[in-house]
């Protein structure tokens, strides 16, 4: 099956919880710091917030348009009603993507697509503004799709610029580089497509447009944060050197409805 999410890793990765967390909760972990338990339900704490002009509902499920992102949000504690409104949002195949659902799937439903993820937060991030760094508009997202197709940093779909703030560096006026924001429950933005032409990398391009989506953010008075693969030792380093932290594992996984057909 492709791979279709930035949060893709290679290697399982443990549940582990940071000090001053404790398990229970919906979410797999429960914080103790109000000011991040957004956190543990990020699609549905945005899509309730700031991103509720874009939320599509089937009784209390909430998602994006599906050529904006493929997350979406249940309640913490979801019912077998809300379970059952889950289905409205199956694709052709019977299936619906769960990025950062961590929850026990009722019966019936059909695992079909399951990998780790980590959840980083950057409260002590070293931002910066980039002077290289610009803007993208709509009028770019041709381009952006063509490096997202050769990078696969993850799900940027036609209308994702709408979600955020994107920067990119062009070289010889061609687009090698970018970065922009996604999920944004309240107080907090993720930051989200970060990639670098493959002809390009080993410049810090990509370290760079990180600290200048966060220097944005930081400005908002918002927190950053991002996802990525549990496998994914390359990028949790660079986001490690540029003051992100672990705040929790979490699983990205994709489920067939009950009783839906397959090919």
């Given at each position: 099956m492709t791979q279709t999410y930035e949060e893709r890793g290679a290697t399982p990765a443990r549940d582990t919880a940071d000090p001053g967390r404790?398990?229970?909760?919906?979410?797999?972990?429960r914080t103790e710091r109000v000011a991040d338990a957004v956190l543990d339900n990020p699609a549905y704490a945005a899509l309730r917030g700031p991103h509720a002009h874009l939320a599509e509902r089937s009784g209390?499920?909430?998602?994006?348009?599906?050529?904006v992102s493929p997350w979406l949000g249940l309640p913490d504690v979801p019912g077998p009603g809300d379970w059952?409104?889950?289905?409205?949002?199956?694709?052709?195949?019977?299936?619906?993507?769960?990025?950062?659902?961590?929850?026990?799937?009722?019966?019936?439903?059909?695992?079909?697509?399951?990998?780790?993820?980590?959840?980083l937060v950057g409260d002590r991030v070293d931002a910066a503004h980039d002077p290289e760094a610009v803007r993208l508009t709509t009028a770019d997202v041709p381009e952006m799709l063509e490096l997202v197709a050769r990078?696969?940093?993850?799900?940027?779909?036609?209308?994702?610029?709408?979600?955020?703030?994107?920067?990119?560096?062009?070289?010889?006026?061609?687009l090698v580089a970018m970065a922009g924001e996604r999920l944004r429950p309240p107080g907090w933005t993720e930051i989200s497509a970060v990639c670098t032409d493959p002809d390009q990398r080993g410049q810090g391009l990509a370290g760079r447009l990180v600290r200048a989506v966060a220097a944005g953010v930081l400005e908002r008075g918002e927190t950053p944060f991002l996802h990525t693969g549990a496998g994914n030792t390359n990028?949790?380093?660079?986001?490690?050197?540029?003051?992100?932290?672990?705040?929790?594992?979490t699983r990205f996984r994709t489920a067939r409805v009950p009783g839906a057909r397959t090919a």
């Amino acid at each position: 099956m492709t791979q279709t999410y930035e949060e893709r890793g290679a290697t399982p990765a443990r549940d582990t919880a940071d000090p001053g967390r404790e398990p229970g909760g919906a979410g797999g972990f429960r914080t103790e710091r109000v000011a991040d338990a957004v956190l543990d339900n990020p699609a549905y704490a945005a899509l309730r917030g700031p991103h509720a002009h874009l939320a599509e509902r089937s009784g209390r499920v909430l998602r994006y348009p599906v050529d904006v992102s493929p997350w979406l949000g249940l309640p913490d504690v979801p019912g077998p009603g809300d379970w059952a409104d889950l289905v409205a949002f199956a694709g052709p195949d019977g299936a619906v993507p769960l990025p950062g659902v961590r929850l026990d799937l009722p019966d019936g439903w059909e695992v079909t697509e399951d990998f780790a993820g980590v959840q980083l937060v950057g409260d002590r991030v070293d931002a910066a503004h980039d002077p290289e760094a610009v803007r993208l508009t709509t009028a770019d997202v041709p381009e952006m799709l063509e490096l997202v197709a050769r990078t696969r940093p993850g799900p940027f779909l036609p209308r994702t610029i709408e979600l955020g703030t994107y920067l990119g560096i062009r070289r010889g006026g061609a687009l090698v580089a970018m970065a922009g924001e996604r999920l944004r429950p309240p107080g907090w933005t993720e930051i989200s497509a970060v990639c670098t032409d493959p002809d390009q990398r080993g410049q810090g391009l990509a370290g760079r447009l990180v600290r200048a989506v966060a220097a944005g953010v930081l400005e908002r008075g918002e927190t950053p944060f991002l996802h990525t693969g549990a496998g994914n030792t390359n990028a949790i380093r660079l986001y490690e050197t540029l003051g992100f932290r672990l705040r929790r594992t979490t699983r990205f996984r994709t489920a067939r409805v009950p009783g839906a057909r397959t090919a």
